[in-house]
């Protein structure tokens, strides 16, 4: 670590000042060549908030200071919790602790991406904690919009009967819509200057087929339709019940099918009849009416920040520590 003493007395001077959130920003100014972190924590015995900095240069070791004032919370208080602070949900006056409730979304349901959600949640913040993205009023207004629309949320009563629902206060809200539009301006960061060299490279995972498509029961047996009849016989297959409901026509991008499936339906001629496929719950047909290669627009270059975005964030993963708190045993590292 190659910290001078000027810059810690600076670091000491920021944390004591009480203005530390409001003063980081010209610290990290001033020391550009640092990676800082503000940690905050919240004493849940008296309610004061706790502040210390995380300091970095280069491959080095990190220095890690905090400031404790004449009267505050003593030491060994710091960091008490309520018991009931372990406990996530309660129905009917059946308790889930926190341990209990990831058991079931790891294991008990076999939803391994929630969890996986959570470590990237964090690695997220890290890095919006050490880099934020501020938004104007015009920005968060236009992300709260968007919030809205997302979720069909489009008159006033709409909003405050899902706040009520979810069990989401005002304030709540607004720091919902903030996280996601940062996570978004955070996105385009990462992948700024590399979306037309990604595309260059992979840009046809994001080639189109437009198609109709019709997947049948299993117990209706594999079918072969020819291209003149498919409607007609998909129409057929709908009234008796031998296919599936769902859409007809479909939008298709290469990357979201597997390796056969893609093969035949992009390497497929306009008007003609592909499949069987075989499904979950029966065999699928698809009749090509187009194939369109990829076209940088807005929605492209978004499809193509997102998978940026998302192999940044696996070789942030791949080089982090992870420990999981919760459960009869040590779950770090598994």
């Given at each position: ?44 015995y008296d309610g004061s908030l706790h502040h210390a900095l995380l300091i970095k240069e280069g491959d080095g ?58 470590i990237t949640d964090s690695l997220v913040r890290e890095t919006l904690e050490e880099a934020p993205e501020p ?189 999981w708190f919760w459960g009869t045993t040590d779950r770090t590292g598994t």
């Amino acid at each position: 670590m190659t910290a001078d003493g000027r810059m810690l007395a600076q670091a000491v001077d920021l944390l004591s000042t009480g203005t530390a959130e409001r003063d980081l920003a010209a610290f990290r100014a001033e020391h550009s060549s640092a990676r800082v972190r503000l940690v905050r924590q919240r004493e849940e015995y008296d309610g004061s908030l706790h502040h210390a900095l995380l300091i970095k240069e280069g491959d080095g070791a990190t220095i890690s200071l905090s400031w404790c004032p004449d009267r505050a919370l003593p030491w060994p208080l710091r960091g008490v919790h309520r018991a009931g602070e372990h406990l996530l949900l309660r129905v009917n006056g059946v308790e889930t602790p926190v341990a209990r409730a990831i058991a079931c979304l790891d294991f008990i349901w076999d939803e391994s991406r929630l969890t996986d959600r959570l470590i990237t949640d964090s690695l997220v913040r890290e890095t919006l904690e050490e880099a934020p993205e501020p938004l104007t009023d015009a920005e968060l207004q236009a992300a709260m919009d968007a919030f809205r629309r997302a979720r069909g949320l489009l008159t006033g009563g709409a909003v405050r009967a899902w706040m009520d629902r979810n069990h989401i206060s005002h304030p709540e809200l607004e720091e919902l819509v903030v996280a996601e539009a940062s996570v978004a301006r955070l996105r385009s960061r990462v992948a700024d200057g590399q979306v037309e060299e990604w595309l260059a490279e992979h840009g046809h995972e994001l080639d189109v087929a437009r198609v109709a498509r019709v997947e049948f029961t299993a117990g209706a047996g594999p079918r072969v339709l020819d291209a003149d009849g498919f409607l007609d016989a998909a129409e057929r297959a709908f009234a008796d019940g031998t296919a599936r409901p769902g859409e007809v026509f479909a939008t298709l991008r290469r990357g979201e099918l597997d390796g056969e499936t893609a093969e035949q339906v992009f390497g497929a001629a306009p008007g003609t009849v592909v499949g069987p496929f075989t499904t979950e719950h029966g065999h699928l047909l698809i009749k090509v009416l187009a194939v369109e290669p990829a076209v940088l627009d807005a929605t492209v270059r978004d499809l193509a920040e997102r998978r940026i975005f998302a192999g940044w964030l696996e070789r942030r993963r791949s080089a982090a520590k992870i420990e999981w708190f919760w459960g009869t045993t040590d779950r770090t590292g598994t």
